[in-house]
T-cell receptor
Framework: AQSVTQPDIHITVSEGASLELRCNYS??????LFWYVQSPGQGLQLLLKYFSGDTLVQGIKGFEAEFKRSQSSFNLRKPSVHWSDAAEYFCAVRNQAGTALIFGKGTTLSVSS | KAGVTQTPRYLIKTRGQQVTLSCSPI?????VSWYQQTPGQGLQFLFEYFSETQRNKGNFPGRFSGRQFSNSRSEMNVSTLELGDSALYLC????????????FGDGTRLSIL
């Protein structure tokens, strides 16, 4: 069965430091992968997506993610974190039928000054 | 371009009642999906509609139902409400089918007393 694992429930990073959020997926074919961010009381905002091609994808707000098929991973990175990046981050994979997203449990990012 | 609009933002109901939530997709988007978000279960897929037809349904009881209108607006209904139905209900729209990014609304927060 398809699944997404985000091993880190909560991460704290100092402002200006780099960030990497981990995501591992279980999927039989070429996955369609997404990262979303959710601020308190808000819906999900799409940060970036991977469908095919270049394994390093750029997103909004300075985020990028790298698809590594050999490790079944799609980790999200940002070189310098801003206080406004504090939020919950979700990794998702499109299910095999292409009809729904399967989400990880999310990683809460706190930014310290 | 206006985003996905969900109404109402907040609802309080009691056990046994029924509720209807509304979602207006981004203009031109024809696919609408619904998700339930709870602290314990995370984000779970409810169903997807395209061209007024339900294309896929998640693992939820029959008390959860939905429909889509000719203008792509969608409603979901939950009957005989239970305490466990307390959640954030998110609607997402995409231009068409299969692996296109979904854009989410801010959700309806449903509380069951």
């Amino acid at each position: 069965a398809q699944s997404v694992t985000q091993p880190d429930i909560h991460i704290t990073v100092s402002e200006g430091a780099s960030l990497e959020l981990r995501c591992n997926y279980s999927y039989g074919a070429t996955p369609y992968l997404f990262w979303y961010v959710q601020s308190p009381g808000q819906g999900l905002q799409l940060l970036l997506k991977y469908f095919s091609g270049d394994t390093l994808v750029q997103g909004i707000k300075g985020f990028e993610a790298e698809f590594k098929r050999s490790q079944s991973s799609f980790n999200l990175r940002k070189p310098s974190v801003h206080w406004s990046d504090a939020a919950e981050y979700f990794c998702a994979v499109r299910n095999q039928a292409g009809t729904a997203l399967i989400f990880g449990k999310g990683t809460t990012l706190s930014v310290s000054s | 371009k206006a985003g996905v609009t969900q109404t109402p933002r907040y609802l309080i109901k009691t056990r046994g009642q029924q509720v209807t939530l509304s979602c207006s997709p981004i203009s031109g988007h024809r696919s609408v999906s619904w998700y339930q978000q709870t602290p314990g279960q995370g984000l779970q897929f409810l169903f997807e509609y395209f061209s007024e037809t339900q294309r896929n349904k998640g693992n939820f009881p029959g008390r959860f139902s939905g429909r889509q209108f000719s203008n792509s607006r969608s409603e979901m209904n939950v009957s005989t409400l239970e305490l466990g139905d307390s959640a954030l209900y998110l609607c997402a729209s995409s231009p068409g089918l299969n692996n296109q990014p979904q854009h989410f609304g801010d959700g309806t927060r449903l509380s069951i007393l």
